[in-house]
């Protein structure tokens, strides 16, 4: 309760909310600090391992006690030890200069210090397998090995070695090798689709990126330039960069008539047919007034990044919002919706979804994609129009 002055009689405030104050500061404090200590307490610091080749068993263990480790010795040959009491260090891991918890213990093998002093082999024209046994019978110890520079005679073999052959090395002492790539001729692939261009990169060894651009080179959906030049070798595995024309002017703007198709639509698809591998179907009968499509990448070839590529077709209604798309090749992805109708298309069993004013029609035949993608289209229509097409050549 607050207290009374004696003299005033004045009611003094109570000195409580202070001292409670005080304690909680004190409380909060203490927690924090016990936190610290047990953060830091319980961190095991890191040290860089020693380097320890060359030197004797009681030389090594010193050396890896001043750091903060503990030692492990295995002799390179059972008698080492016995018969040399002064076997010195060969090999060890971690390997010196990396850093790791102090404390963990350093695994040696111990070898002949008669061994100390070593000449450095010639490794030039051995293969890794070969050039390691020879550095491990010698007692050294392979650090790296590096990419040569790609055109030696001999691929895969030494190249180069550092120390050289011929100097004095110590036992222990750590090898770099220089084995060169394997190299691989470029193919032509300009006038390739890209599906034939992945083909041939892929048996030559060689990977391929391809880039789209619009031009009036070469045909529409076929390589028009490649870099490296074909004929040229580079290391296996390396990148040959690819341009695809992707601008395709459409032939016979005006399409098929409805219940029937015109010469130049014929001429159109048998194009279509001359540039992708796989059977090219094309709509006997569309419905409606719809017509080819007038814009000037129409048909467009299509090209996804795994290497699969085909070709879409728009159609439009004049005068109207309906559109139909017509879509080959393994390019399309399957659709993934949960609500889908199975009907049969070709005699292929299809996959139909209706989403508002959207239509699309899947089905697959021979191991090839096609598609119908339809806007402002009746679904009756659409199934129609997938039942009579008919491959080019039909």
Not at 44 to 68: D, F, K, N, Y
Not at 97 to 110: E, N
Not at 325 to 349: C, F, K, S, Y
Request: aromatic letters at 4%; glycine letters at 10%; charged letters at 20%.
């Amino acid at each position: 309760m607050p207290s009374r002055d004696k003299k005033t009689g004045l009611q003094m405030p109570s000195r409580r909310p202070l001292a409670e104050l005080v304690l909680a500061t004190l409380i909060f404090l203490l927690f924090v600090g016990l936190l610290s200590w047990w953060f830091v307490s319980s961190r095991v610091p890191e040290a860089e391992v020693p380097e320890l080749r060359g030197l004797t068993l009681s030389e090594a263990t010193a050396r890896a006690q001043l750091a903060g480790f503990s030692l492990t010795a295995v002799a390179g040959n059972s008698a080492a030890q016995a018969v040399e009491p002064n076997a010195v260090v060969r090999q060890q891991q971690p390997e010196s200069g990396s850093r790791v918890t102090q404390g963990q213990p350093i695994v040696v093998t111990l070898g002949s210090a008669t061994a100390h002093n070593l000449t450095m082999p010639d490794l030039s024209g051995l293969d890794l397998a070969q050039a390691t046994d020879a550095l491990v019978q010698a007692g050294l110890v392979l650090a790296e090995v590096l990419a040569g520079e790609p055109g030696s005679d001999s691929p895969d073999k030494v190249v180069s070695q550092q120390p050289e052959a011929g100097r004095a090395i110590a036992a222990g002492e750590a090898v770099t090798l220089w084995i060169p790539t394997e190299l691989a001729k470029v193919p032509r692939l300009v006038g390739s689709t890209p599906q034939e261009a992945r083909s041939l990169a892929r048996r030559s060894g060689l990977e391929l990126q391809l880039l789209e651009q619009a031009s009036d080179e070469g045909l529409p959906g076929t390589i028009i330039r490649q870099s490296p030049e074909p004929g040229n070798e580079i290391a296996s595995g390396g990148r040959v960069v690819c341009v695809v024309n992707a601008a395709v002017d459409a032939v016979g703007a005006d399409g098929p008539e409805a219940g029937g198709a015109s010469d130049t639509y014929e001429d159109l698809f048998h194009s279509l047919a001359s540039w992708y591998s796989f059977p090219v179907l094309h709509p006997a009968v569309l419905p409606g007034d719809l017509k080819l499509g007038g814009a000037a990448a129409n048909p467009r070839h299509v090209a996804s990044t795994a290497g699969a590529s085909g070709f879409e077709v728009t159609y439009e209604g004049r005068g109207s919002a309906a559109r139909l798309v017509l879509m080959e090749g393994n390019w399309i992805d399957p659709p993934g919706a949960l609500e889908q109708t199975t009907l049969d298309v070709r005699g292929h069993a299809a996959t139909l979804l209706h989403e508002g004013d959207e239509i699309v029609l899947f089905w697959e035949e021979s191991g090839i994609r096609y598609a119908l993608r339809a806007y402002g289209v009746e679904k009756t229509d659409v199934v129609a129009v997938a039942n009579q097409m008919k491959a080019v050549g039909e």
